[in-house]
């Protein structure tokens, strides 16, 4: 019932690893984290959810939230390395299609690049 | 006051009973012992010395005695060579008339022996002449006048007239001691006398005196002493009745004991004669059998024994009432130890006692009401000790009681004011659903049933459904999150969806317009799956929209089960100008329309297993079909109770159940 993230600079893009459960007792720390990631007119953010095991309609607002600053800023969010449990969720509340997903972190950084 | 043994002031007091004791205890028996030792001693000193007393004065007595004689007889001595002297010259008158003529030698001789025949010595007994050869020319009995003298000798074994003639040849003149017979008897009588010889006659003059004479006047002293002794050691007080005797060789009594006091027996005296001198005392036994300590000692010279004798129950009497008085004073002392002891235990003991009194006043105390320090001043700030800073320390303990107690009250009114507006508003909420059940009794062709269990007091989740002519429009949905922000987002989607549903033709207009409503003005993205559904009771045809629910199953009346997952667009409120599709479905008569929320499929047992689509797909297939759209509903429910089992309640709960019974075979359409 924990989440934890962990935090890499690659050249221009931020990449953040988030592992275990995003629900909504662990969002608050996502949001924490992410969110300031967003703040800066232009940047370009890389969540890899590849440890991530579960993710409830608290935790899609946070990434809905990413997304919107991310637009807002003239920024980027790319999300990538989801699980299919965690990919089912993102696809049943159709945010599949607002979102940027890649499959990869690589995939992702070429998008960013791109 | 109870002391009950287990008491802090019982133990208290007996700790100091018990040192007290036996402080007491080896002080008194070291005491008693010792001073009935010296008290004893002491008391057997005394008699001692009373005896010591007596013995000094004798001796000393005794000394003046013997002065006394010694004095006497050189005193006689003195005046029988001043008489002899006188003697002397009277001779030399004599023999110088001879000399010078006027009487003839013999003239001379013969008168002045007439003369001497007439006088007698002062203090002697008689005048003694005699000449060199040792005849007799003056003595009292004139029938020894004329003879030989010889015959007597001095106690040194010489004979008396040899010995004076040899002596006042060597010396001039003599004094000897000597017996002699007496005047008028052959009876031997000791005798001294002073020898003068006048040298021209060759006469030996001697004045005579009786021994015995000095001898008396000594012992008519003797007498008196023995007499003053007597009196004088009458009053000599012994302790007990004891006396001091004295008695001489031969066991007679020189100074006897008062009659009162009468235990010295003859085997007494020869126990006491035999421990003359030692320090230790004789024990015998006294008059009436009671035994008596005595000790004696020897005066050679008179042949006395001086002996002291004393009850032993009187000598240890002073003892006995100086070690009963101390053990007295000992109990008396501890007594009052006790005392002070009992006082002491009290002391410490009485503030805890009212400290648990306190305490036990402090367990009915009302600490919701205004604060009250009952803590006792005096305990509390008076006391410096242990026992001030426990009650200073209960004291803050009820003030923190107090403050405490009221927060706590303060929070509970807040959490139950709060809870309370909840509970209003869940009534709002539950308000704003159709609860009516059966909902529509007058529409045969569908049979539906709908339930709503939040995880909190208010929640996000919703339905909703309403007939617009022969059509029925149902909603289902799910506000990301829950509690209070939920239950507002829940609300405003519900109305808006109804305007929706009511304005738009198409399920995808509805929530393209809900969605753009909501996203309109929504910092928060807060945001809410929906599944809008109309079905035409006539055709059973059904039209969709899906804005990211969770799909609905639809169970065919022959037993099958398909899932629609047909996506319109995302869920609503989070992006505005979405665009959203509409799907369309036929229902059979018989077929079941389930619509519900993720609290069903993640719904987790005590394990962290979700319940899952699979098995809900499972159930909903082997349910008895012929059932009712309630009984479907609560099967469910039922069987996500089992398999919650006794974890919480995560997420919203949300059913609705629609079955599908075919058209009406009369239709009514117009009137309705």
């Known amino acids: 019932m924990a989440i934890s993230t962990t935090l890499e600079t690659l050249a221009d893009t931020s990449l953040l690893r988030a592992s275990g459960r995003l629900d909504g007792s662990t969002s608050p720390q996502l949001e924490k984290n992410l969110l300031p990631l967003l703040a800066e007119p232009g940047s370009k953010v890389l969540l890899d959810l590849a440890e991530l095991d579960y993710v409830s309609s608290a935790g899609l607002r946070i990434i809905l939230m990413a997304a919107k600053r991310a637009k807002q800023a003239g920024g980027r969010f790319v999300l990538c390395g989801l699980q299919p449990q965690v990919s089912e969720v993102f696809e049943m509340s159709g945010f599949t299609r607002i979102l940027e997903l890649a499959a990869s972190v690589d995939e992702g950084r070429g998008r960013l690049a791109g | 006051m109870r002391l009950a043994i287990h008491s802090l002031k019982a133990r208290i007091f007996l700790a100091l009973a018990a040192i007290l004791g036996l402080v007491a205890c080896v002080v008194m028996a070291h005491s008693l012992l010792a001073v009935r030792e010296s008290a004893i001693v002491a008391e057997q000193r005394s008699v001692q010395n009373v005896l010591r007393m007596a013995e000094l004065a004798i001796r000393s007595e005794y000394h003046t005695l013997l002065a006394g004689k010694v004095a006497l007889v050189q005193e006689r001595k003195a005046r029988f060579r001043e008489f002899d002297r006188v003697i002397l010259q009277t001779l030399a008158h004599y023999q110088n008339l001879a000399t010078q003529g006027q009487l003839s030698e013999q003239e001379a001789r013969t008168q002045a022996l007439a003369w001497l025949q007439k006088i007698r010595p002062v203090g002697g007994e008689y005048l003694l002449v005699f000449d060199r050869d040792g005849v007799a020319l003056v003595y009292p009995e004139p029938a020894l006048l004329g003879t030989q003298l010889s015959g007597y000798t001095d106690f040194k074994g010489r004979s008396v007239v040899a010995a004076a003639w040899d002596e006042a040849d060597r010396y001039g003149e003599t004094v000897l001691i000597y017996d002699w017979k007496a005047v008028g008897s052959n009876r031997l009588v000791q005798r001294y006398g002073h020898f003068l010889p006048f040298r021209p006659w060759n006469w030996m003059v001697a004045s005579v005196g009786r021994v015995d004479e000095v001898q008396g006047e000594a012992d008519a002293r003797l007498a008196q002493f023995r007499t003053e002794l007597a009196r004088s050691l009458g009053q000599v007080e012994v302790s007990g009745n004891g006396a001091v005797v004295i008695f001489d060789g031969q ?86 130890g006790l005392l002070l002891a009992w006082a002491v235990a009290s002391g410490i003991a009485r503030p805890l006692v009212r400290l648990g009194q306190y305490a036990k006043g402090l367990a009915g105390a009302d600490f919701s009401a205004a604060p009250v320090q009952s803590m006792p001043a005096d305990l509390a700030d008076g006391r410096q000790d242990e026992i001030g800073a426990l009650a200073r320390s209960f004291a803050s303990m009820e003030t923190a009681l107090y403050r405490n107690v009221r927060s706590l009250v303060e929070i509970t009114g807040e959490r139950e004011r709060i809870e309370g507006e909840l509970g209003v508003a869940r009534d709002i909420q539950l308000g704003l659903l159709p609860k009516m059940f059966p909902a529509f009794p007058e529409r045969p062709e569908i049979d539906l049933h709908a339930t709503l269990v939040s995880a909190r007091e208010i929640g996000g989740d919703l339905y909703d459904f309403f007939l617009t002519g022969d059509t029925l429009n149902f909603t289902i949905g799910d506000v990301a999150g829950k509690g209070v922000p939920a239950a507002l987002f829940m609300a405003i989607t519900k109305t808006l969806m109804k305007a929706a549903g009511e304005s738009c033709t198409t399920p995808g207009a509805a929530v393209c317009q809900v969605n753009d409503h909501l996203a309109r003005d929504n910092p928060n993205l807060m945001f809410v799956t929906a599944f809008n559904g109309v079905l035409d009771l006539h055709t059973g045809e059904l039209q969709f929209a899906n804005a990211g ?54 719904a987790m047992d005590a394990a962290g297993q979700l319940y899952g689509e699979t098995r809900l797909a499972q159930l909903m297939a082997a349910c008895d079909t012929r059932g009712n759209a309630e009984q479907r509903v609560n099967t469910l429910m039922a069987d996500l109770a089992t398999h919650v089992g006794a974890a919480d309640q995560s997420d919203d709960i949300t059913v609705l159940a629609i079955r599908y019974l075919g058209a009406a075979t009369h239709t009514d359409k117009e009137e309705t």
């Open chain 2, 251 to 336: 066991g007679q009594w020189v100074v006897p004991p008062a009659a009162a006091n009468d235990d010295i027996d003859p085997r007494a005296k020869t126990a006491l004669r035999a421990a003359a001198g030692n320090r230790d005392a004789v024990h015998f036994q006294g008059r009436d059998g009671r035994v008596m300590q005595g000790w004696a000692t020897y005066v050679r010279a008179l042949d006395w024994y001086v002996a002291v004798a004393a009850p032993e129950a009187a000598l240890t009497a002073p003892a006995r009432n100086l070690v009963t008085r101390q053990a007295l004073v000992f109990a008396g002392g501890l007594l009052l």
């Open chain 2, 549 to 602: 629910h969770n799909p609905p199953l639809i169970l065919r009346a022959d037993g099958r089960c398909e899932i629609l997952r047909n996506i319109s667009g995302p869920a609503l409120g989070a992006f505005e100008d979405m665009e959203y599709a509409s799907f369309t479905e036929y229902l059979q008569p018989g077929d079941w329309l389930l619509l519900y929320t993720d609290g069903v499929t993640e």
